[in-house]
């Protein structure tokens, strides 16, 4: 139970420095956001009218408490650029960074699982050379790079797949499957880098622990010391490097939902920041943060569920 | 640990010949391209590689190799200066958090958990959008985004350390926190950085790839990269290799200071 109370303790109070981060940072802005919603000509006393109705005249403090207690009720206030409520924005675009983060965590670990306990199991020379290209090219290579390189082939060359654009699910599933594919896959494939040398680490440790000589002694089979013993306990760190992955995969697709120009979060916060859209960019970056930090919550607690041996670390 | 077996370690000797290459291109450019970085020529556009112009031209017949051999100014520069500002300040705070632990250390390490609740280029992106895009704040960006690495790999070396004998004699000796910290603790961290710096300098110029992409990053006239694929883009289907060049460049330095990061890593495994 302690160990439970403490994780929540830690999760709530990171979640609350993560919102005083994205709140400092945005009150180092330069400038007065009233003058840069009304233009440079603007008469003083209608700013002055603005920044009452936006809060600027009131305490850092006063606006961070007022912001969380909108934030918490739902109110991401109006963007400055659209006129519109921010939420709204929120709602249409999140399903695609959704799909999009899901789709490639999916294709890291359907793909990734299986190659990385191929790969671990071989152990020639050249598999161990092949291994180390291909996870060392993985972590180098830049994942919008890679997204060019995709499109050339499988879009431009194969015509396989749309160069760029988004259908939605409601339209047509094939062609949102299809427009999500290359994105995804550019994504997936610094993970799957990452998933193969982490199960390769993994499973060379728990191959050499004690439990598997005492299989062995006992006569078992080496397919069934792999899979009922070894690859049990080695899967379990793997959870770990789920949530690193999709952190990654959330950071990553700001970039790669540019070069597909796919409608989604990370495209609106680049679009957003070119405008100096200031609510909209705050609060998709808070959104993005909590995201991360839930996930990474979650995914201790499993931890703990799965693998009742872990305990609070000091 | 001699040079011999420096050189046994094959991803050491790659990464480094690899950054070594990038590097002699770098101070070339410093006195001599073979045409001018900006220099644009109408006839030529979107020429292929060629004996004249080795990588081709862009969409204003600017020679790519000659923009690649200045970028590379820029990619030092940035990785160089992003990593030095993470570098001090990554280990400062967590040689505090690290030796004097208690709340000081609860407080920085939450701080710094929060700051890796922002994905990848996500924190970086949030201070550019504040201060605004350019080289400068592209590095102050990038070296804030590398501090949560230093100061954790610091903090676990310190509290590591702080537990050694030779630790607690010198502070029995009546030696202050400052000398312990500087003089007896950091020097024994020294190939744990060593290999950090290395695997952040990669993150820094991936990072700045990206944000140079989106054109939040660094901005012209200053050569980029990660800008020219910006460029590039649009003229992908009619001249795939000015993006297909550029990309690899990024990836071989990005490349070499991973195998560099590895293999140093590597060697000091192997020696404890």
Known sequence: ?314 | MNFKQLFKSKPLVIGSSLIGALLMLMLISLFYTPYGPNEMNPSMRLAGPQLTHLFGTDNFGRDIFSRIMNGAQTAFLIGFSSVAIGLVFGVLIGAIAGYFGGWLDEIIMRIIDAMLAFPGILLAIMLVSVFGPGLNNTIIALGIMSIPSFSRIARSGFIQYKEFDFVKASIAKGAGALRIIFYHILPNMVSSLVVATSLRFSGSILAEAGLSYLGLGVQPPNPSWGRMLNEAQPFMINAPWYVLITGMVITIMVLGFNLIGDGIRDLYDRKG
């Open chain 1, 1 to 314: 139970m302690r160990f439970y109370i403490r994780k929540l303790v830690a999760f709530v109070s990171t979640l609350i420095l993560v919102s005083v981060i994205t709140f400092l940072v945005f009150q180092i802005l330069p400038g007065d956001p009233a003058q840069i919603i009304l233009g440079v000509d603007a008469d003083p006393q209608q700013i002055a009218a603005l920044r009452e109705t936006m809060g600027l005249d009131r305490s850092a403090g006063e606006r961070y408490l007022t912001w969380i207690k909108d934030t918490l009720s739902g109110d991401f206030g109006t963007s400055i650029r659209y006129h519109r409520p921010v939420a709204d924005m929120l709602v249409e675009r999140l399903p695609v960074t959704l799909s999009l983060a899901l789709f490639s965590l999916g294709l890291t670990l359907l793909v990734g699982l299986p190659l990385g306990i191929y790969i671990a199991r071989k152990d020639g020379k050249l598999s161990a050379l092949l291994l180390s290209l291909f996870t060392q090219l993985g972590v180098s290579i830049p994942s919008f790079w890679l997204a060019f390189i995709l499109i050339l082939l499988f879009s431009v060359t194969l015509k396989l797949f749309p160069t760029y654009g988004y259908t939605p699910w409601s339209e047509d599933p094939i062609g949102a499957i299809k427009s999500l594919f290359l994105p995804s896959l550019a994504l997936a494939i610094p993970g799957i880098a990452v998933v193969i040398r982490y199960l390769r680490n993994t499973l060379l440790d728990q191959s050499r622990m004690d439990y598997v000589r005492t299989a062995r002694s006992k006569g078992q089979h080496e397919q069934g010391i792999m899979y009922r013993h070894i690859l049990r306990n080695a899967l379990i760190p793997v959870i770990t490097i789920v949530g690193l992955l999709i952190a990654d995969t959330l950071g990553g697709s700001i970039v790669v939902e540019n070069v597909f120009a796919l409608p989604g979060i990370g495209s609106l916060l680049v679009t957003s920041i070119g405008t100096r859209d200031l609510p909209l960019v705050q609060t998709m970056v808070l959104y993005i943060a909590i995201i991360v930090v839930s996930i990474n919550f979650i995914i201790d607690i499993l931890y703990k569920v799965i693998d009742p041996r872990i305990r609070l670390k000091r």
